[in-house]
């Protein structure tokens, strides 16, 4: 029952029973056969995390070279389950770091994804390519900063990782740190060299990402390194449209004070400023935000619709509660 012991092998795997491993190896069972989903007894045991059976595994010869359906090498795999020892095994027995999966992905950017640091420094020593990009262009750095593992970025940093480098949507980390609100990773980012001001194919720069998702520290913190109140994305919205937009009278705050009244009235391509923006949403504490800030109230949009025409299409007439000594023209 050749296919029945073979199951058994990959069953073994899961209770890591080393020994038994060994046994039906030596009884001639197929030690590169795999399962319905075309898992080796090798891949199972990386995956799985079970370093003696996969140590008996690669001591009896397995094959390294096979892969998932995904195109994982059993290094993906014993990295993504965090086993230190197995990657160190397939590394000492000459298995490339640089290998990629069908996403293109080498274990580097699995360890990242992982927030690994052991494993991280293991795969770097081993020769690594610290700025290997996806598919989609993402590097170790891009994983690690979009999802705030401050202490692999900084080992990445550390190995001279691209600070600004930019993913298959023009994205840098900074911009993926921006988007999530991690504040100690933008911090360091910047410190590094990030620039602040780098446009993604939108051209949203950080600060239109933080602004947009409402992420008040992260604001502060670009306005503290230069981040451009004044940047428009490809629809001439600035930071201060977006925070408008989402009603976030915090960063409004922010952006205001930043930029001293001079980018107050800036047009997107619809001509349209934040007071139309804060008009249309129905924002009234940002309406009088705006106005006492000496946002211009007679402002004409692409239409010629002003704050009032945007507030009274919108059914947001109630809103607009207006500052004592200022009113809308007639005309």
Request: aromatic share 2%; charged share 20%; glycine share 8%.
């Given at each position: 029952?050749?296919?029945?012991?073979?199951?058994?092998?990959?069953?073994?795997?899961?209770?890591?029973?080393?020994?038994?491993?060994?046994?039906?190896?030596?009884?001639g069972?197929?030690?590169?056969?795999?399962?319905?989903m075309h898992?080796?007894?090798?891949?199972?045991?990386?995956?799985?995390?079970?370093?003696?059976?996969a140590?008996?595994?690669i001591?009896?010869?397995?094959?390294?070279?096979?892969r998932?359906?995904?195109?994982?090498?059993?290094?993906?795999?014993?990295?993504?389950?965090?086993?230190?020892?197995?990657?160190?095994?397939?590394?000492?027995?000459?298995?490339?770091?640089?290998?990629?999966?069908?996403?293109?992905?080498?274990?580097?950017?699995?360890?990242?994804?992982?927030?690994?640091?052991?494993?991280?420094?293991?795969?770097?020593?081993?020769?690594?390519?610290?700025?290997a990009?996806?598919?989609?262009?993402?590097?170790?750095?891009?994983?690690?900063?979009?999802?705030g593992?401050?202490?692999?970025?900084?080992?990445?940093?550390h190995?001279?990782?691209?600070?600004?480098?930019?993913?298959?949507?023009a994205?840098?980390?900074?911009?993926l740190?921006?988007?999530?609100?991690?504040?100690?990773?933008?911090?360091?980012?910047?410190?590094?060299?990030?620039?602040?001001?780098?446009?993604?194919?939108?051209?949203?720069?950080?600060?239109?990402?933080?602004?947009?998702?409402?992420?008040?520290?992260?604001?502060?913190?670009?306005?503290?390194?230069?981040?451009?109140?004044?940047?428009?994305?490809?629809?001439?919205?600035?930071?201060l449209?977006?925070?408008?937009?989402?009603?976030?009278?915090?960063?409004?705050?922010?952006?205001?004070?930043?930029?001293?009244?001079?980018?107050?009235?800036d047009?997107?391509?619809w001509?349209?400023?934040?007071?139309?923006?804060?008009?249309?949403?129905?924002?009234?504490?940002?309406i009088?935000?705006?106005l006492?800030?000496?946002?211009?109230?007679n402002?004409?949009?692409?239409?010629?619709d002003?704050?009032?025409?945007?507030a009274?299409?919108?059914?947001?007439?109630?809103?607009?509660?207006?500052?004592t000594?200022?009113?809308?023209?007639?005309?």
């Amino acid at each position: 029952l050749p296919q029945a012991v073979q199951g058994w092998l990959c069953a073994t795997k899961r209770c890591n029973l080393h020994s038994v491993v060994a046994a039906l190896i030596d009884r001639g069972t197929d030690i590169n056969a795999h399962n319905k989903m075309h898992f080796t007894p090798l891949l199972l045991a990386c995956e799985m995390g079970k370093a003696e059976s996969a140590e008996v595994l690669i001591e009896k010869g397995a094959n390294l070279g096979l892969r998932t359906p995904a195109a994982d090498t059993a290094l993906h795999l014993a990295v993504q389950a965090g086993a230190a020892s197995i990657a160190g095994l397939l590394l000492s027995k000459g298995m490339d770091t640089n290998l990629r999966n069908r996403a293109e992905e080498t274990p580097l950017h699995v360890a990242a994804l992982q927030n690994n640091g052991a494993l991280v420094g293991l795969l770097v020593n081993a020769g690594a390519r610290i700025n290997a990009v996806t598919k989609d262009f993402v590097t170790p750095l891009h994983m690690a900063s979009q999802r705030g593992h401050t202490d692999v970025a900084r080992q990445l940093l550390h190995h001279k990782a691209h600070v600004n480098a930019q993913d298959k949507q023009a994205k840098s980390p900074l911009h993926l740190a921006a988007e999530q609100g991690h504040k100690t990773l933008a911090e360091m980012l910047l410190k590094a060299r990030a620039d602040p001001n780098t446009q993604d194919k939108e051209k949203k720069t950080p600060l239109h990402a933080a602004a947009l998702r409402g992420h008040l520290s992260i604001v502060e913190v670009l306005l503290a390194n230069k981040g451009r109140t004044g940047a428009k994305d490809m629809d001439g919205c600035t930071p201060l449209h977006y925070a408008t937009m989402k009603g976030n009278t915090d960063i409004v705050k922010a952006l205001l004070a930043s930029r001293k009244n001079k980018n107050i009235d800036d047009r997107n391509v619809w001509r349209k400023t934040a007071l139309h923006i804060a008009a249309e949403y129905g924002h009234g504490e940002l309406i009088n935000l705006l106005l006492s800030h000496g946002a211009a109230i007679n402002a004409s949009d692409s239409s010629r619709d002003t704050a009032l025409h945007c507030a009274c299409r919108a059914g947001h007439l109630s809103a607009l509660t207006l500052p004592t000594g200022i009113s809308f023209s007639p005309g």
